[in-house]
Nanobody, 124 residues
Framework: VQLQASGGGLVQAGGSLRLSCAASGRTFSRYAMGWFRQAPGKEREFVVAIDWSGGRTYYTDSVKGRFTISRDNAKNTMYLQMNSLKPEDTAVYYC??????????????????WGQGTQVTVSS
């Protein structure tokens, strides 16, 4: 299983970015996916998850109303639309995939597959 994150960059506060995560090596549409981030000097934190069908999502409070997760199962790709970016959103963003198929219970998701990360920098 390979996950390839892309779309990061440098943006001013209030701006937008769209991250992508391209998956290969298994049937993408069967697995829940998520985005995590790690800021300098901090631990990796959960950002948002989407179930295998795309019908359920779960956001951490700090990004609710600003970030939107989606997936295109026909393209084996997950997206993260990030709007109203803040300097505190600066981090390396990682996509991750569940190892349990057809999982809609986010408490049971096991993120056993990880992409390489893409840097997002928000200037003030």
């Amino acid at each position: 299983v390979q996950l390839q994150a892309s779309g990061g960059g440098l943006v001013q506060a209030g701006g937008s970015l769209r991250l992508s995560c391209a998956a290969s090596g298994r049937t993408f549409s069967r697995y829940a996916m998520g985005w995590f981030r790690q800021a300098p000097g901090k631990e990796r934190e959960f950002v948002v998850a989407i179930d295998w069908s795309g019908g359920r999502t779960y956001y951490t409070d700090s990004v609710k109303g600003r970030f939107t997760i989606s997936r295109d199962n026909a393209k084996n790709t997950m997206y993260l639309q990030m709007n109203s970016l803040k300097p505190e959103d600066t981090a390396v963003y990682y996509c991750a995939g569940d190892s349990v198929s057809y999982n809609s219970d986010f408490a049971r998701v096991k993120y056993d597959y990880w992409g390489q990360g893409t840097q997002v920098t928000v200037s003030s």
